[in-house]
């Protein structure tokens, strides 16, 4: 059995597109709310929380919804066809408002660009769980981390990509001393990545055709399917069965593991650029290359953690990357205590933030759909990110009133703490590494 890696790198331009909107818009928004709109970190914080607020409803609602949902593109195009198309035609207008208010500043614009950002959310939360249920959709579940890496891979593509175009943007010899910058370029630079993105998909993955090779598989190979541990006896469709007492138990652990490590990482992720740029004194294309460094470690790794998790296991593999990861948080919080500006060195210290995370990303999603039914891949997708989006609601508004009311010190020991704890809760969890 091999992993059909063409099918699984085009399938994988969908999660290249969210990626890159989703690195642009952790990126910059924080740093327009906060430079042009004049908003403090707490305010900041709540804002950036709203799409995980709303990614709590939207995702698992429309991960069910595109699991019942047959049509002859398949169930998971025409969302990411109308998520994509809404989502481009609604950022155009995020840089616009954002001069607009620079020069001339109402309350008027305020509240639009707040409006706006609502929209975009919304329609962000209509496709993210179909699209990234499309792989499982049409990979066999021994080879999901493998089929998870290369898509994860994807998603690092499109996160450096915006990364990269930033780099060489808004370098600081064009920044510096600048009033206000006009990220009108980057954001078409984006739209056009999640179009040609979009057209890839539309005209490269016969969506049907795949998932109809991938049930027969599954009716051939009925020992891999965790609900078959239940009891039930009387013949009920796949769709109705319950998950064992066990297999549920390890399920909630799981993601209990999940939302700890995103609240975690995403502290970072949310304000590394604000911290970068407030205390360390570096331009916006200087903070992102650190992440920049950290996507470079993960491209490195994703294929690696794939097939060291056939090895080793989904979980070990995760534990792995857990405990790398805390402790990259906790040495990045000891350098802060002695020095007061960015060194070179700790450019090292990205690749293993991008090495952990890799290991973590290829392997978790996988474990959480192993626990399912090929009938609820969409739902379980909708779970996955339920708890990662829980702890991404919270995490932005705590760890922002942790900085605003203490200082910026705060911001690598709080990520470190969370990820510790999900090393705890993952040594419960006993099921959905592959058979």
Known sequence: MKLNKKVTILVGFAFLAINAFWQMYDNLIPLILKNTFNM?????????????????????????????????????????LFGTLAAVSLMTFIPILDNSYYAVPSSAKLIGFIVLLGFILIVMGTYRSPAVALMPDV???????????????????????????????????????????????????????????????????????????????EKAHPEQD?????????????????????????????????ALWFAGYNAVATWFSTYATTVWGMALGD???????????????????????????????????VGLLAVCFGVAF????????????????FVLIGVAWASINVNSLPMVVE??????????????????????????????????????????????????????TMCFVRHGDSK
């Open 287 to 321: 903070a992102n290359f650190c992440f920049t460094i950290a996507m470079a470690g993960a491209i490195v790794c994703y294929l690696p953690a794939g097939l060291v998790a056939g090895k080793i296991r989904r979980k070990k593999t995760i534990l792995l990357g």
């Open 139 to 217: 990979t066999p579940k021994p080879l999901r981390s493998k089929g998870n890496a290369v898509i994860n891979l994807m998603g690092a593509l499109g996160g450096i990509i915006y990364l990269v175009a930033t780099t060489f943007m808004y370098p600081k010899s064009k920044t510096e001393g600048l009033d206000h910058i006009n990220y009108q370029p980057i954001f078409t630079v984006v739209s056009i990545v999640m179009l040609v993105a979009l057209i890839i998909i539309l005209f490269f993955v016969n969506e049907p055709k795949l998932r109809a090779k991938q049930l027969e598989y």
């Open 40 to 80: 403090n970190e707490t305010i900041t914080g709540v804002i950036m929380a709203a799409d995980n607020v709303l990614a709590l409803f939207l995702l698992p609602l429309f991960g069910s919804i595109s699991d019942r949902t047959n049509c002859r593109m398949g169930k998971r195009k025409p969302f990411i």
């Open 371 to 424: 626990m399912c039914s090929g009938a609820e891949m969409g739902k379980f997708t909708g779970y996955y990110y339920t708890f990662s989006m829980a702890a991404q609601t919270a995490t932005p508004v705590l760890s922002g009133f942790l900085i605003s009311k203490l200082s910026y010190q705060t911001l690598f020991p709080y990520a470190a703490i969370f990820v510790a704890a999900s090393f705890m």
């Open 334 to 349: 000891v350098y802060t205590l002695f020095a007061s500006s960015f060194h070179p060195a700790l450019y090292a210290l």
């Open 226 to 258: 965790l609900t078959s541990e239940s009891s039930c006896e009387d013949h009920l469709s796949v769709e109705k069965r319950k998950l064992p007492r066990a297999v549920k138990r390890s399920l909630i652990f799981l993601l209990l593991s999940v």
